[in-house]
């Protein structure tokens, strides 16, 4: 029998989604039927770690606009024949962060993906749906098929994991502390990735890829919170005046400066402050727009893409 291929395309400034990925791919790696290839992408100018506060919030506007970035060159194995492509990648700031949507708008990724089945894999703090549209998109533009999706969340309550997620980030602590739990997706949400590999592999042999999310999902690969819908609707709608403010002045002039400390002021404030005032608020959404939402959490939770 001729070896199935699995191409896993990545980027990771922690390793967290290299861990996810590795995880997933543990199945198809443990069986010879399989060759299993790596591909790290990687940004000519790439953004530090630890990040800067000044930095992080200087990204955000050509973050949030999908503008391309250059990256190192690829290898070799972005021009091979693939049967499945594994995207795995990470949100910043509700959109795919800017090594993936960069990647998304070379020719060699239409090369590759074209015509292609894709499994998305998500690591990130717990907003991912806008940033999943944004990559269905773009896969479908290529004519290809996300046939399974997986995304892995922080599952710590919304404040805490903004707190948890400053202080990895800015400070590169991500370990718990008497007060606070460890940044980002647990070990244990880790380690159960590797089910969803399986679960993936087996509907592979079954010839059963097309139907594989419902299983996905069955085994918690999506779950999502209804308050976060609502909460990331009105996070894409903001961000997208705001990437429209601070970006309008070129980045290093005074007056972008001047708009992204503006910015990084409210948006911390406003999530503190707004956050649990817009949790209540949901919850009241929740009941009089239920229908509405549970639509919604039907649309997410499958790998449909809204005309
Ligand atoms: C600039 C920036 C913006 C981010 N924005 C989001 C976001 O919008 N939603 C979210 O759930 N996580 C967000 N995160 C967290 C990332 O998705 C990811 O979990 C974290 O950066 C670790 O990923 P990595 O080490 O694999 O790159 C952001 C991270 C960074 C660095």
Known sequence: MDKKKVLVVYYSQTGQMRDIADSFCRGF?????????????????????????????????????????????????????????????????????????????????????????????IGCRNMWLGAQEKVKKRLAAFGAKV?????????????????????????GR?????????????????????IYGRLTKNAIERGEIDSIQDGLNAQGAVEIVPELVLMERRGQRSFSIWSGFVGAKPIG??????????????????IFILSPILMIVSALQLRLKKDELMADVRYFMSNGLRG
């Open 29 to 121: 790696v443990a069986d010879d039927n399989y060759i299993v290839d790596y591909e790290q992408l990687r940004l000519v100018n790439e953004f530090p770690f630890p990040w800067t506060a000044f930095t992080f919030f200087n990204a955000f506007p050509e973050t949030f606009k999908e503008q391309a970035l250059p990256l190192l060159p690829f290898s070799d194995k972005v021009n091979g024949d693939y049967d499945l492509i594994v995207l795995a990648y990470q949100p910043w700031f509700l959109t795919p962060s800017p090594a993936i949507s960069s990647f998304l708008q070379t020719p060699a990724a239409k090369k590759l993906l074209t015509g292609k089945k894709v499994v998305t894999l």
């Open 147 to 171: 046939i399974g999706n997986v995304a892995l969340v922080d599952k710590s309550p919304n404040v805490v994991s903004v707190i948890t997620i400053l202080r990895w980030l800015l400070w």
């Open 174 to 194: 991500k370990e718990k502390t008497s007060l606070l739990p460890a940044a980002g997706v647990s070990e244990a949400d880790i380690r159960q990735c590797e």
């Open 253 to 270: 002039s005074l007056g972008r400066n001047l708009r992204v400390r503006l910015f990084m002021t409210l948006l911390p404030t406003a």
